[in-house]
């Protein structure tokens, strides 16, 4: 059983304003730590393997590798104190290169702060760049199949040049930068997120939907496979 399952943070295109309209967009995951776990689930492709005559689902596809630094940025104005500010930049496979701002509360957002045709900051600061905006709910199982709930709102912009936060976001580095690996198959994602002393994290994710079929359905075929292993 995987006794040490971790509750942390996670992150359609759109155009640059975000409407309020359908929030039911939902990611569910479940992470652990790989070092106290079965052999079978200590790896992504194990993991796969693990999971995939459930899902009916494999891949071919070679993993992708991330390098992901986080920042604190300045805190924009009207952003309740339980809103956390995430700022992230990522680049995919050495060669794809994106910022990200992301918006997240235990409380429903729409509800604490103005989310209709809500403005990504990044996109003024990058006009030639495509903004992607995500409203979404992250969710994520416990050891006993408890599940959290955290609202988020991003936008992400991406070029094929690295690219930098600017001066305006007051950028400071947390920590240093950090490697993640990428196994996609059509259902699920499988990251393994790299510590400096090894392995950190292994997480299961699927894009999904915030109902009650959509929730029973991954417990079934993702959460609780793994949880009683």
Same mark, same amino acid.
């Given at each position: 059983m995987l006794r040490r399952l971790l509750v942390i943070p996670t992150l359609a295109l759109l155009p640059v304003t975000v409407l309020a309209g359908d929030h039911n967009a939902a990611e569910m995951a479940i992470? #652990? @730590?790989?070092? !106290?776990?079965?052999?079978?689930?200590?790896?992504?492709p194990a993991v796969l393997d693990f999971l995939a005559p459930a899902?009916? @689902?494999?891949?071919?596809?070679?993993?992708?590798? /991330?390098?992901?630094? /986080? /920042?604190?940025?300045?805190?924009?104005?009207?952003?309740?104190? @339980?809103v956390d500010v995430i700022a992230r930049k990522r680049v995919k496979n050495g060669k794809k290169h994106e910022l990200m701002i992301? /918006?997240?509360?235990?409380?429903?957002?729409?509800?604490?702060?103005? !989310?209709?045709? #809500?403005?990504?900051?990044?996109?003024?600061?990058?006009?030639?760049?495509?903004?992607?905006?995500?409203y979404e709910t992250d969710i994520s199982f416990g050891a006993h199949g408890n599940i959290t709930r955290l609202h988020s709102l991003s936008c992400t912009v991406e070029a094929s040049e690295p690219i930098a936060f600017p001066a305006a976001?007051?950028?400071?580095?947390?920590?240093?930068?950090?490697?993640?690996?990428r196994l996609a198959s059509q259902q699920l994602k499988i990251d393994t997120l790299s510590e400096t002393d090894g392995i950190g994290i292994i997480e299961v994710s699927s894009e999904s939907r @915030? !109902?009650?079929r959509q929730i029973d359905a991954f417990y079934a075929r993702v959460a609780l496979p793994l949880i009683e292993k």
């Open positions: 992470r #652990w @730590d790989p070092q !106290t776990a079965p052999v079978e689930l200590r790896s992504a899902q009916g @689902d494999r891949t071919n596809e070679a993993p992708d590798d /991330y390098i992901l630094e /986080y /920042y604190a940025v300045g805190r924009p104005a009207g952003i309740p104190a @339980d992301k /918006y997240r509360s235990a409380r429903e957002l729409s509800t604490i702060m103005p !989310t209709q045709r #809500w403005e990504c900051p990044l996109a003024r600061h990058f006009p030639g760049l495509p903004a992607q905006t995500k976001f007051a950028p400071r580095a947390l920590g240093a930068a950090r490697k993640m690996q @915030d !109902t009650a």
